[in-house]
């Protein structure tokens, strides 16, 4: 008998009647149920904008730039990807219509269409296919979850949308489509309220397209009565409208989806047959969230928190989320806040405030707005002993400041933020000064995963307990080659180092000196995940809890 060959199966997800409404983690939260049931699975990002990439966006308009092993700059919801499914990802799993439109123009221009025209559909949908079947190749998966950015019925999402048409076309039995909607109850009514439902699933089916399954998100658990009439009024069975009320926390969101039997349903409607039912380990890291009681109180200090008279944190959604992967994992219930970094510059009697805090955070950044307010923030914790974490920025304004007030000397900056001080301790990248003058902006940091080597003995290496590891990087500039000596000499620990030894990874205060005062050229916060908790996220919260 002839082996048949695995039939790789297709998830689309997406989402109606609004964005915000959590498709990212619906995505997410879908592949960890199919995971537990004993599967491969990987998950792609469809961002509908022209951007190649998220790298060159204000996090404030976006959210957090998420970036890969391999250097891509993605999108944020790639960051719960990977932490659901425990699994790094790499540019294949990610693609916006200017990555698309980009490479279907350079095979033109390569004549490898052989001198057909080319055009829009079908040649955009098959360059969208074709991606989709490599990253699902790639992973070796047996269940791909592609979650198509924006809401349906948009004008920029239609080809990515007539991909997913045109894979349902050809294999019925291996394509799904799940339907993230909204269901709101307006407070003057008191009533939940379906409708916008059933446009949304009417708006799916004009573009050919008819959900399998309708997760309806809402403030409250959804009734027999709303759930019938969905069910009826969208074409589907009603064992397949799901309940996703507000949770305190993501992580619970797979579990509730299990109550539903979720998973069941899926691997039926695709044909598949379970290998197993494993949900130990993720019920053990909810375990965990729900016991916490003794409290870790942590301020980030940043500035991308602002948007119009709302405060958004999802520009330092990793950072926030390997605070609690570590607090959680340690029974403690993290309790963060979101500090805006100008404060401190215009109102330094504000540092006083820090002291509540068992932990500091200064995350990333770029520009100038808000960089002395970091400072004074790097001073206060150094000189008060309050554990500091800082990451990439966070490392630069600590090196300026321990430069400043310990080395003692005059006109030191990063020379992001002054072009001609007299000290420079923070210098561009040597590669990176052509690319800047020539505008070359979009995806030319220095991007992704490079190694360091830790020096023994110290809190580094007390939390990695290895010498050699590799951490995911986006920066321009680093510590300046030439103040290494000195700082070094004035007590600052150069605790990680590239392999040649001339990048400046880690620094730190010696144990003795300071509880934990350490920061980091790279961003650990991309590699914690609620399965594998990032070392260095562990320790700063180990010492802030104590
Ligand atoms: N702006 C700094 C640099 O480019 C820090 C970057 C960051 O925090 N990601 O080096």
Redesign the pocket.
Known sequence: MVKQKKRKKYIFVVGGVMSGVGKGITASAIGRIIKSRGFEVTAIKVDPYINVDAGTMNPIEHGEVFVLDDGDETDQDMGNYERFLNINLSSDNYMTTGRVYQSVINKERNLEYKGKCVEVVPHIPMEIISRIKKASKKDGADVTIIEVGGTVGEYQNILFLEAARMMKVKNPDDVLFVLVSYVPIPSKVGEMKTKPTQYASRTLNAAGIQADIIVARSSKELDDIRKDKIAKSCSVDKKSVISAPDVESIYYVPLNFEKYELSNTILKKLNLRAKKKDFKEWKKFTQNIEKAKKEVKIGIVGKYFKSGDFVLSDAYISVIEAIKHSAFNKGLKPVIDWLDSEEYKKNPKKLKELNKYDGIVV?????TRGVEGKINVARYCRENKIPYLG????M?IAVVEYARNVLKLEDVH?V?MKKNATHKV?DI?PEQRKKVKNKEYGGS??LGLYATNIKKGTQAFDAYKTEIVEERH?????VNSDYVEQLEKAGLVFSGKSPSGNLMEIMELPKKEHPFYLAT?F?PEFLSKPLATHPLFDAFIKIASK
């Open positions: 995350p990333g950044g770029f520009g990451l990439c920025y966070g630069q990063t992001e923070i990248l940091m220095r986006r920066h321009r500039y680093e050229q961003h």
